[in-house]
């Protein structure tokens, strides 16, 4: 698949999140349980989500990478167990549109990096992908993928 990066000047977004440090090999099989643990506040009403679903990594490391797993709301909120409150990063962002299966998610990133590097673009060690309505098709699934940018020189 093709991807078209732009950039462009992102608002940041309020989200309900539950945060962790995995490991890299984690990624997979930890994600969905965190964001589990979310939507028990929200069915409770504890948290009232306003928008997607959206996974915030932070810090990157050979070791590992933060992530916010959530859901986004309209206002702070109080912690509530281990879901707290948190934002996207503002500011100027290279992005792209991800359409199909959400194992298919690499490429998208690495057409960003890829973007990034070959266009002198430096990013900040943050990034997030923001999850479309859910579809049985998983070939109609939708993921914008955000990378925050240091500014341009120019």
């Not at 969905?32 to 069915?43: E, G, K, N, S």
């Not at 810090?59 to 859901?71: L, Q």
């Not at 997030?128 to 120019?154: C, M, N, V």
Request: aromatic content about 10%.
């Amino acid at each position: 698949m093709k991807y078209e990066v732009a950039v462009q000047s992102v608002s940041s977004r309020q989200v309900a999140i539950v945060r962790a440090r995995l490991k890299w090999s984690e990624l997979g099989k930890r994600l969905i349980p965190l964001l589990d643990r979310v939507y028990v506040a929200v069915q409770a009403g504890k948290v009232i989500q306003s928008g997607q679903n959206i996974f915030i990594y932070r810090d990157g490391s050979r070791d590992g990478v933060t992530v916010e797993v959530g859901v986004e709301v309209s206002s702070s909120l109080a912690p509530v167990d281990d879901v707290v409150y948190s934002e996207t990063p503002q500011g100027e962002v290279a992005w792209t549109l991800h359409t199909g299966p959400y194992a298919g998610l690499g490429p998208a990133h690495e057409a960003v990096i890829r973007w990034c590097n070959e266009n002198g673009r430096t990013r900040f060690n943050v990034w997030w992908e923001i999850y479309g309505d859910w579809h049985e098709d998983p070939a109609s699934l939708q993921t914008e993928i955000f990378y925050l940018l240091h500014p341009s020189r120019s």
